[in-house]
């Protein structure tokens, strides 16, 4: 485990695992994609994957900033969370059933993501990383809009599954 003893280090030890989260994620979702069969829920699916990847940017423009090497700090939570869609994807039931569980699975992932970016917003605030606020702050509301997405497509199969 690393030694961390400060809250500059601290701040870049969560940066270190939201970069380990989105990596993670930019392998899972493709695989989520695959495996829903409503297009507009693939297509959510991928368009998230675009902005996985830009949110990965983001961290490696925030290490940038902060002058530090880019780096993943693993984190044991997405990897429960992604094997979690694992099991969906896996799992045998009518296509609208199957994409209400994969949007479900999903959103686990973004509420992981939502909690780790609050969680590094407040620390930037404290720090005075005005920068790496608003950064934070841009990424944290793409994965609301993501979770909203999420949910609307799963209302949307719970009723054609009704």
Do not use: C
Request: glycine residues 4%; negative net charge; aromatic residues 4%.
């Amino acid at each position: 485990m690393p030694t961390i003893t400060d809250t500059t280090k601290a701040f870049i030890a969560k940066l270190q695992a939201l970069y380990d989260i989105e990596k993670q994620l930019e392998k899972a979702l493709p695989k989520l994609a695959k495996a829903a069969a409503h297009p507009e829920l693939a297509a959510g699916f991928r368009m998230h994957l675009a902005q996985t990847k830009e949110h990965s940017e983001r961290l490696e423009e925030l290490f940038e900033l902060l002058e530090v090497k880019p780096k993943k700090m693993k984190a044991e939570g997405v990897r429960g969370i992604i094997a979690d869609g694992e099991w969906v994807i896996g799992v045998d039931a009518p296509s609208a059933v199957k994409d209400v569980m994969l949007a479900a699975a999903a959103r686990y992932a973004e509420h992981y993501e939502m909690a780790g970016y609050l969680s590094a917003i407040a620390q930037a605030h404290a720090l005075g990383l005005t920068d790496a606020t608003v950064i934070l702050t841009k990424t944290l509301n793409e994965e609301k809009a993501a979770d909203e997405i999420l949910a609307s497509a799963m209302a949307q199969n719970l009723s054609n599954a009704a």
